[in-house]
């Protein structure tokens, strides 16, 4: 129904960039808030980003000031740009919407099947 295509992953050395991208797409009326998670081995999912559909964002403590998220409405698209990597951002990340259907009512979450980031030298 809804499907969160992710790329832009891969292996950087600290202190390099990359930048990540999720198409969404499916019979979606309105896509609310998007967002990007992280999770490594052992520990739960963790929150990286989120942007609403008025564009405010907020970020995690942790990459606050190193990456940007964003979006392209016009796309179903949403961006996280990572820069001044560290090797303690090594994980894989997910995408996820917060989806409106035109004949139900609620709101409705969607991920992504995740892209790997690892920072390393």
């Known amino acids: 129904q809804v499907q969160l295509v992710e790329s832009g992953g891969g292996l950087v050395q600290p202190g390099g960039s990359l930048r990540l991208s999720c198409e969404a797409s499916?019979?979606?009326?309105?896509?609310?808030?998007m967002g990007w998670y992280r999770q490594t081995p052992g520990k739960q999912r963790e929150l990286v980003a989120t942007i609403t559909s008025g564009t405010s964002t907020d970020y995690s403590d942790s990459v606050k000031g190193r990456f940007t998220i964003s979006r392209d409405n016009a796309k179903n698209t949403v961006y996280l740009q990572m820069n001044s990597l560290k090797p303690e951002d090594t994980a894989v990340y997910y995408c996820?919407?917060?989806?409106?259907?035109?004949?139900?009512?609620?709101?409705?979450?969607?991920w992504g099947q995740g892209t790997q980031v690892t920072v390393s030298s």
């Open positions: 499916g019979s979606i009326f309105r896509i609310n808030a």
């Open positions: 996820n919407a917060r989806v409106q259907f035109r004949f139900r009512v609620g709101e409705y979450d969607y």
